[in-house]
């Protein structure tokens, strides 16, 4: 089973700061997600990538940039983070785009 | 485009009860589909998926599901419910070809009464 993890698990920060969320997977898989996660939306894609240095825009990259440096880690930067911005977020991994497997997830308050 | 919708946003049925989640989407070939699980303070987990063949698949702990392509359905069941599977629900669609995202409803919410 593919193993993902991510940090923070936790992470308060204030309107206009700075924030980068890290994931990690140790199962080579090529694809890896970032999803936002709130009541009544279900889960949303902001970015993706296919590899390393690859770099795909999801459906809500609004305010959100990414980078994949190695085949295991996928980093969510929040620049000038804002209140709506508040979220579960949760990163995912997958060999071939089709079934993922998901980290448990960092929550992040923006106050 | 692809979409799901998930009717009801929150299920309650009692221990021991059949059980049975709505999913319907929307794509205009024939689609991956699948069920998560999402446990309290977790992230989501596989339950069962479809991508050709048979049209019910079966899952872990139970599950199942049926592709009705007529109806652009693909309902969860089980025949028996445990307390233990109190959690939220999501059913999610790709397309069948490279195109390297799923979508996902937007959750069911079981809660499991004893």
């Known amino acids: 089973e593919a193993a993902v993890t991510q940090s923070p698990r936790n992470k308060v920060t204030v309107t206009g700061g700075n924030v980068t969320l890290s994931c990690r997977q140790t199962?080579?898989?090529?694809?890896m997600y970032w999803y936002r996660q709130d009541t009544g939306h279900g889960l949303r894609l902001i970015h993706y990538?296919?590899?390393?240095?690859?770099?795909q825009i999801g459906d809500v990259p609004d305010g959100y940039k990414a980078t994949r440096t190695t085949q295991e880690d996928f980093f969510l930067l929040l620049e000038l983070a804002s209140p709506s911005q508040t979220s579960l977020y949760f990163c995912?991994?997958?060999?071939?785009?089709?079934?993922?497997?998901f980290g448990p997830g960092t929550r992040l308050t923006v106050l | 485009a692809q979409s799901v919708t998930q009717p009801d946003a929150r299920v309650t049925v009692s221990e021991g009860a059949s059980l049975q989640l709505r999913c319907k989407y929307s794509?205009?070939?024939?689609?991956?589909l699948f069920w998560y699980v999402q446990y309290p303070r977790q992230g989501l987990q596989l339950l069962l998926k479809y991508y050709s063949g048979d049209p019910v698949v079966q899952g872990v702990n139970g599950f199942e599901a049926e592709f009705i392509k007529s109806n652009s359905s693909f309902h969860l069941r089980k025949a028996s419910v445990h307390w233990s599977d109190s959690a939220v629900y999501f059913c999610?669609?790709?397309?069948?070809?490279?195109?390297?995202?799923?979508?996902f409803g937007a959750g069911t919410k079981l809660t499991i009464k004893p």
């Open positions: 990538s296919y590899g390393a240095g690859n770099l």
């Open positions: 995912a991994s997958s060999p071939l785009g089709y079934e993922q497997y």
């Open positions: 794509y205009s070939g024939t689609p991956y």
């Open positions: 199962n080579s898989h090529n694809y």
């Open positions: 999610a669609v790709s397309a069948n070809y490279g195109n390297e995202k799923i979508t």
